[in-house]
């Protein structure tokens, strides 16, 4: 039985929140993954295509922090998955209230209860509050093997750095419907972010193209700027608006590490022992063909894996794959064999793959309504009035996917995202492979 | 209906707002049934007879209260004990349904203001500086004979709406009965406590909600837990044991009624649960009810000062709501001294127990007593003041 | 075919595109060396038709095409307002027809310098041993950014726009300014409310169910009312101005005032609202009226004209207007028959 038990004061239980709101964005489930010394969550969205690792560190980031694995020695390491949007009703937003009002809490303490039956493990948090009032919450877990994404920064050239607030800026520029960023270090002394859609390019359909916003800042209003002039880098817009806005939380300035096109990229950011680390999928060539859904074998790079002990990730088991963080174990390994580590052949399947990878996120656009302008926009009849009961949508129960108590929850679960991502993904790979 | 007979009611309130922030409490279905009484209007309404909720708006509410009782019979000695209302005949305290979302729209209906207006200098005057949504306008409720429509007129400046709501007959249907004579548990705590509680609570999106009380070394314990797909939560009110102010509840609380409204001042910041009674303090109560139900009394407890939770032997649950409101009629007398205070009650048919929760470690059942039922209707805010 | 101008007015641009899309997607936007026109007309619902002189948006205007120097387009409204407003703290805003790709498009470009809330946070944090090598010695150079925001559109031939024609309308039983619209919308808007809310369970179209009827006479008051299965209401405005008509304006002059059918609505009803007489009322959908109220953010004075059980046309004036070049937007609606 592992022993896991940590406790955090009510500005770390705030930081836990703002980064499982900025995990949720990428995955429904994060992977928890807990050693000695470090506590760390993970998220790999559906596409494959963004790995997120936030790092928490056990005597920075906590008040208390103990952890005995089970087994593996002071190597061993506790794995499980949970749902973003449980852990988020737990760790629910304002946790830190700086003039300690009655109701708020205390300290947060957290313990796993693991249990040789599965529907009895339970992930315990106890939020005491001032004056009395103590809440308990026991949420189901499901123990999975957690893996890790590669990124070998040593061959990442490009490197830049700047201030999330001044990013921030940027992205409020950004139409709210488009998908693609591209990041393109310009021979004038300029970087140019340009968000764009691929097109559609039929009769009428052509006013419904959303904008295409280029922001073009000065090298110079970076903190640091070493890219080479020509560059362009793709990414999705609505991960990096994620990374933006949790990075500015922490009031913080964003790091990028990348190489080329169709290679991964990694942002950094973090203060006070929480280290975030998200490691994405690019394109480069964004006038060609859309993006592709298979980030798995390339997103290592055979080469940084391989020769990777200078890799940044020096927690991480080496693998050269992404594999969904909650796959179950037995599939897990199944495919890790399987993928040849060393394909070089993955960037052109990465091209030739049809799927496009980045979902917009249109709800979450539409969210950023201006107050102001509301007041004149036409009535929504069916909007309930505002004053009164838990209207804050990240607690929204409805919404959360359910799952039986049952311990058959992570298979049946799993094997519905692998039935709806894996045939576009694994097929179309294998073929390039094979 | 003849002229020359006066309008059974008429009132007139300086705040829309006042009486829209008491009635969208109880706001749950579409029809409410109204009773005009001397004493004040009362609001309920209920749900498949597990639930009721009624809001009552205290004649002292109003700058006017005219009522006038229908012609046909009045009894005489009905008039200030409202405990006995259900005893009369309808029509001496005229009973019919209105649409109530229908009625709180009208309330605000100058919710939002224009800016412009706000300016004006009529709104500055005294009469009106509680104006915080901009909804505090002249507001007069007229219901002139039986069978006529109940209306309002909102008056601002130059604008002025009328409002007829359609009154329809009453459907009596049974209270449902609560045996105050025969509490198995009642506690009194701040309505944002329980509101805090209910919301943690709801992230379970749990079926049902069960209350625990019992009595740890001579401390009062009380519980609400829920548990969903997801997991389970459970929200735990403990007295803390600070040394200054601690007191044992059982010593100063028992008696019902004894003043615990006003202790409240000097006892909140470390009592949680300023009043305590357990029918039976060696065993734990506990009783399971609807959580959907209960958490249409969430505006209620948001709002609330005070909430007393009392459970019958039955098991039924009253949810007893005191709310402070602002300012409101001047001139008119007030026995609460500064801010004056209406009452919301809820009430709450439990759930059968089926065997007990994994992990919480309480197994009795509920308690049974004997097989008392009194219809108590009417304002019950004798419990706290 | 050209066209360059650089905003004049960035915040009433923005609200007019804002306005405009309430009630439709798409506009047809007609330039020119002296005006710009913006026209929607929606599948079904209020039409918009405004006339805006070069000056309340642009300056520096250049349009250039093989018909009369006039360009057409039809303008998407929710992109054009979202360019906008990443426009309204620029120091500067360009718009211009271009193409790319073979599409037209129109781009707007804006020079911003970023706010001073966004400055490089301290460098105390950093985690990784990433810390800048060189200092801010060299300053952050002047923070100006150019954004350039694309807005797709579709160039409208001369014939396709030929037919197009704004409504006519017979002359209107009363003209009066209305109230402030933000209390009207909010008025109106509780009044749908309660429509949709009562005749959930009720019988009728959707469109039936929220047939506001709107009011005016020729003493000041505006009355606005509906009428559901749970309640009857309306909402009463006195003392509203009833403008007078100018002779220059009225075909036959003051004769033709004295034939007007205003000059006898004059002669019925009163000005505390309480008459029956002297109303002329138009029957209109609560939801569309609602869109068309959005018209308020502009802030301009709103005159309603009347025909009894048949139309309403509102003229919205922009408020910043000398009264040489005015710049107006006129709504067309229609009244439903009883």
Known sequence: MVVLNFTLTPQAASKLHDLLVCLGKFSDTVAVEARREKFTFTALNSSKSAYAAVTLDGKLFFTKYECIPSSGGPDGRFTCSMYTKALLSVFKGRLYDPLGRDGAIDRCEVSVQERENETQCRFIVKMVCNQGVIKTYKLTYEAVDVMHALFDRSVAKNYWSMSSGVIKEYIEYFGTKTEMLDIFAGEDGRCVFKSYTEKISNGKEILKHPLVTAVAVSTSDFEQFTVQAGTHIVISVKDFKAIVVHADTLKTSLKAYYSQPTRPLQFSYGCDGLLCEFTLMTSGDYTGAPLTSTPAPQTLGSRGASRAPLTVTDRTSIRSDMPPPTEPASRRDRSGRLRNPGSRQSSSAAQEDPESLFIPDAQDARRREDDEESAWAPLDYEKEETLGWDASADHDASVFPTFRDSGSMSTTNMSDSNEVFEPTQRVSQIKGLW | ?385 | MRFKASIQNITTFTKLTASLNSLGPLAWVKLSEEQVCFTIIPEQGTQVWAVLSIDSIFRDIFVQSAANNVINLEVPLTSLNRALKSALNATSAQIRLTKKDNMPMLALTIVTTASSNALPPATANNDDGFDAPFDDEFGRGNRETIVTQEIPVRVLAPDTVAGLHEPQCRDPDVHIVLPPLMQLKSISDRFTKLALADTKSGSGTIASRTRLELAANMHGCLKMSIRTDALSISSVWTDLNNPELDPSQVVGGENGIAAHPSTRMKQLGSADGRSDEGWALVRIDGRDWGKVMSVGRLGGRVIACFCHEHALVLYVYLPQDDGDNESVLTYYVSSYSA
């Open chain 2, 1 to 385: 209906m003849d002229i020359e007979d006066p309008p059974i009611l008429t009132a007139v309130s300086s705040s829309a707002r006042q009486l829209y922030l008491l009635l969208r409490c109880i706001t749950s279905s579409t029809k409410a049934h109204v009773q005009i009484s001397e004493e004040g209007l009362k609001f309920s309404v209920d749900e498949a007879s597990i639930m009721e909720a009624s809001a009552f708006l205290d004649k002292s509410l109003f700058t006017t209260y005219n009522f006038n009782p229908p012609t046909p019979q009045r009894n005489p000695q009905q008039s200030d004990d409202s405990e006995d209302e259900d005893l009369d005949p309808p029509n001496t305290t005229p009973t019919f349904q209105i649409s109530l979302p229908a009625l709180l729209e009208t309330l605000q209906i100058f919710g939002l203001t224009d800016p412009n207006t706000t300016k004006q200098s009529w709104q500055t005057s005294a009469a009106f500086s509680n104006n915080v949504l901009g909804m505090n306008n002249l507001c007069r409720i007229s219901y002139n004979s039986l069978g006529a429509p109940l209306s309002i007129i909102l008056t601002e400046a130059s604008v002025r709406t009328q409002c007829d709501l359609t009154t329809y007959e009453p459907e009596y249907s049974e209270d449902i009965p609560f045996n105050r004579q025969a509490l198995a548990f009642k506690t009194i705590m701040r309505g944002s406590w329980l509101h805090d509680a209910l919301s943690e609570l709801s992230s379970t999106s749990p079926e049902q909600l069960t209350m625990y009380a019992k009595t740890v070394r001579g401390k009062p314990f009380f519980a609400l837990s829920s548990s969903g797909t997801l997991g389970s939560a459970r929200v735990e009110f403990n007295n803390q044991p600070q040394p200054s102010a601690f007191r044992t509840p059982a010593s100063t609380n028992l008696a019902a009624g004894a003043g615990t409204g006003t202790d409240a001042g000097e006892q909140a910041p470390t009592n949680l649960l300023e009043t305590f009674q357990l029918l039976d303090p060696d065993t734990v109560l506990r009783s399971s009810y609807k959580f959907s139900l209960i958490q249409k009394a969430a505006r209620a407890m948001s709002v609330a000062t005070k909430v007393s939770i009392r459970v019958d032997d039955q098991g039924v649950l009253s949810l007893q709501f005191m709310v402070e409101v602002e300012g409101g009629a001047s001139g008119v007398g007030t026995s609460s001294g500064g801010g004056k205070v209406s009452f919301i009650d809820f009430r709450f048919v439990p759930l059968v127990e089926d065997g007990d929760e994994e992990g919480e470690g309480v197994d009795e059942t509920m308690m049974q007593y004997g097989d008392g039922s009194d219809s108590g209707t009417g304002r019950e805010d004798e419990d706290m003041l």
